[in-house]
Nanobody
Framework: QVQLVESGGGLVQAGGSLRLSCVAS????????MAWFRQAPGKEREFVAA????????SYTDSVKGRFTISRDNAKNTVFLQMTSLKVEDAAVYYC???????????????WGQGTQVTVSS
């Protein structure tokens, strides 16, 4: 069993930056993937970025490439999502998740955090 707790959400002006954190505990695996998803009201849950614990391989959705960076601190069992140049359309509840393989479908991830709200004002 894995527990995930996100933090770092809040209100930011368009063009600003925000860093999200997700702390994992329980039976984590070094081969697992950590991912960030987001969901805005009335929209589907969308893949944002992912990173593999053991080698740091990353993947990003096209809309955030060049603006968002996912990273991890293995010693602290923590993953981060550094968001810069935020746009109004980035506003959503951001969730972290973990699963056994790289995937952009939310069905591939077994464990989820409760989410953290990111609000972007114009």
């Amino acid at each position: 069993q894995v527990q995930l707790v996100e933090s770092g959400g809040g209100l930011v002006q368009a063009g600003g930056s925000l860093r999200l954190s997700c702390v994992a505990s329980g039976r984590t695996s070094s081969r697992y993937i950590m991912a960030w998803f987001r969901q805005a009201p009335g929209k589907e849950r969308e893949f944002v970025a992912a990173i593999r614990w053991n080698d740091g391989r990353t993947s990003y959705t096209d809309s955030v490439k060049g603006r968002f960076t996912i990273s991890r601190d293995n010693a602290k069992n923590t993953v981060f999502l550094q968001m810069t140049s935020l746009k109004v359309e980035d506003a959503a509840v951001y969730y972290c998740a973990t699963g056994p393989a790289f995937a952009r479908s939310n069905t591939a991830y077994e464990y989820w955090g409760q989410g953290t709200q990111v609000t972007v004002s114009s």
